[in-house]
C-alpha cells in the first residue's frame, strides 16, 4: 500500500489520539494535500515546524497501528463484506420466494451498518 | 454494563497501549479475579501501590475508549452479527437446492472472520 495512502487511513482510525493541532495539520496535509509551505502560512509558522509536526505524528499513528492493528483488521472486514455482499446478490438473483427475498434484503442492511 | 466487566472488555481493546507491568496488573486484577493484597504479594509492593496502578490504568482505558469507541463499535458488530447468523439459520431451513446452500454456508463462514 503506499505509504502516504497508508498514513491518510491510519489518521482516520486514530485522529482522536491527537491533539487539535496535529489533527489539523495532519488533514491538511494528507486530506487536502495541501504542501508544507501553504499549511505553513496558514498556521504562521516555519516550514521546518510543520515538516516537524507532521513527521512526529506519522510517527504516533505507526506506533498506535503496531499496537492496536486496526488497519489490519479494517481491511480484513472490509473483504468480508465485499465478500458476503457479492455472495448476498447471487443468491438474490437464485431465489424466487418472496419470504426468502425478505430475509436476504433484510441481510443486506444489516452488513451495511458494518 | 457492569462497570468492572466494562474495564475488562476495555482492557481486550487497549491492553496493548499499556506498559508490560500495567498489563500484567490489570490482567490479574480483571481476568484472574486476584484481589489487591494478592497482586501486591505477587509483585513485592505495597497494596496502595498496586491500587493506584489500577486506578490509573482504568482512566487510561476510559480515555481511550472516549477516543476511539471501540467498544462501542464492537458491541454493534457483534449484535450485527449475531443477527445475520440468526438469519442465516433461517434461510438455510426454507432452501433446498444444493447451489444455494453452498453459497450460504460460504457466508457463515465468511462472517465468522469478522
Chains 1, 2 share one sequence.
Not at 486530506?31 to 515546524?49: F, G, H, K
Not at 504516533?60 to 455472495?87: N, P, T
Request: glycine residues 0%; hydrophobic residues 40%.
Amino acid at each position: 500500500m503506499d505509504k502516504r495512502f497508508e498514513i491518510s487511513l491510519m489518521l482516520d482510525l486514530y485522529s482522536e489520539l491527537l491533539t487539535d493541532k496535529q489533527k489539523d495539520i495532519m488533514d491538511l496535509y494528507f486530506n487536502d494535500d495541501l504542501s508544507l509551505a501553504e499549511i505553513s502560512e496558514i498556521n504562521n509558522t516555519s516550514r521546518q515546524a510543520t515538516y516537524d509536526i507532521i513527521n512526529r505524528c506519522q510517527k504516533l499513528l505507526l506506533q498506535y497501528d503496531s499496537k492496536l492493528k486496526l488497519l489490519d483488521k479494517q481491511i480484513l472486514v472490509s473483504g468480508v463484506k465485499k465478500e458476503v455482499q457479492d455472495k448476498l446478490a447471487i443468491l438474490k438473483q437464485k431465489i424466487c420466494s418472496e419470504d426468502e427475498l425478505d430475509i436476504i434484503n433484510s441481510i443486506i442492511e444489516d452488513i451495511k451498518q458494518i
